[in-house]
């Protein structure tokens, strides 16, 4: 006699989890780019509870400043000023600020003097001018804190882009 009941037993067990108002979405965000997720997508009209966990990521600074001394200039899209102007002393290092690609080495901007320009993972570009001396090579592959100019008496300037935009290197300089 039980085992006649046994199946109608756990046919009912399986449908009351189905029709029960207490289930819960678990969503697992492992996305660094937060901005471009959508949260419509998971809104529901029922009485669902929804609990988001996210990845906690230490981030680390991959970016090293190109030169010890003051900022005398900031990044301004409305003053013209594309990059950093350093307060600088003739003979100091010049750093690359991460791993990369040198892609030019020359003088044929003469408002820039001997110049620099570093292609960097993800579409990043660094460019270091106002330069007394170039210890790099068009084609050399660089490391993060790696000697590649030493600074003359003009303040050394530095630009930042992404693919062709100037950004504010501010932002991703330590």
């Not at 010890?68 to 690359?96: C, M, P, Y």
């Not at 630009?159 to 501010?170: A, G, N, S």
Request: with cysteine; hydrophobic share 35%; proline share 3%.
């Amino acid at each position: 006699m039980l085992i006649k009941f046994l199946p109608l037993g756990l046919v009912f067990l399986l449908t009351t989890g189905c029709f029960s108002s207490q289930q819960e979405i678990i969503i697992v965000e492992k996305s660094t780019n937060l901005q471009n997720i959508s949260q419509q997508k998971f809104a529901n009209n029922t009485t669902k509870t929804r609990k988001t966990k996210q990845k906690i990521v230490k981030k680390t600074n991959r970016w090293s400043i190109p030169v010890e001394g003051n900022i005398s200039k900031t990044f301004s899209t409305r003053n013209k000023h594309l990059g950093l102007t350093f307060d600088t002393k003739t003979g100091q290092n010049v750093r690359a600020i991460r791993d990369g690609k040198v892609v030019y080495v020359g003088n044929k901007m003469k408002s820039h003097g001997k110049m620099i320009i570093i292609r960097h993972p993800f579409g990043f570009y660094s460019s270091y001018t106002q330069n007394k001396a170039l210890m790099v090579e068009n084609n050399d592959a660089v490391t993060k804190g790696q000697i590649i100019a030493i600074t003359s008496k003009v303040p050394f300037y530095f630009e930042m882009k992404k693919f062709k935009q100037p950004i504010d290197p501010l932002k991703y300089l330590k």
